[in-house]
């Protein structure tokens, strides 16, 4: 049996927010994938937030490969997501690309790609950030994304309900990260 979209595999969301953070700060934020899980994770909805995550020490930077897993929403059953930084220009653009798969326990497994990218700018002595979402496809979604009538609801209003809280969530710890880094640069050391 071939897999189904279910009505149209692309869509697209997008967010603009501004933080105190330089443009660097955010960057740096972002490239160290460990905060994901807490800005994506435990800051996020309990419904639809990142479980869990092995990727590299150090910066992400192109090329950089790392696995998560996802809570679906309304679902038992979780997004295995293979991912891979596919823009990384500091303090102007961060991309990671997803490939998702659902092990679903009585159809095909459910596939999908999406991409998150944002895309960092000055903006007076702080950061401008538009956070772009797409799906390039999803093939056997969740209930929800198989329906008519709830797949646009589905995408008209929560998912970008869920995904602009983990964005809220993102521009303040970006910001609680730079005081912690300002405060260390400002902070004298003994002997000083």
Known sequence: MEAKA??????EW??????????????????????HLEWAGNRQFKSFRLLSLDAPEGPAKVGT??????????NRAKFDNLNEVTEADRSRLFEITTESTIA???RGAGAGTF?????????????????RSAQLRF??????????????IT?????????????????PMAEERSAVTS?????????S
């Open 139 to 152: 093939l056997e979604p969740p209930w929800g994304l198989r329906y008519p009538l709830l797949r646009n």
């Open 6 to 11: 279910y009505g149209r595999d692309r869509r």
């Open 155 to 171: 995408y008209r209003v929560w998912i970008p309900i869920w995904s602009r809280r983990g964005f809220r969530n993102l521009l």
């Open 104 to 106: 679903w326990p009585k």
């Open 14 to 35: 997008m967010f603009t927010g501004r933080s105190q953070a330089r443009p660097e700060q955010v960057f740096d934020m972002l490239a160290d994938l460990r905060t």
């Open 65 to 74: 490969r790392f696995t998560s897993t996802g809570r679906i929403p309304m």
């Open 183 to 191: 405060r260390r640069r400002s902070t004298p050391t003994a002997g």
């Open 115 to 131: 991409v998150n990218a944002f895309e960092i700018s000055p903006d007076g002595t702080g950061s401008r950030v538009v956070y």
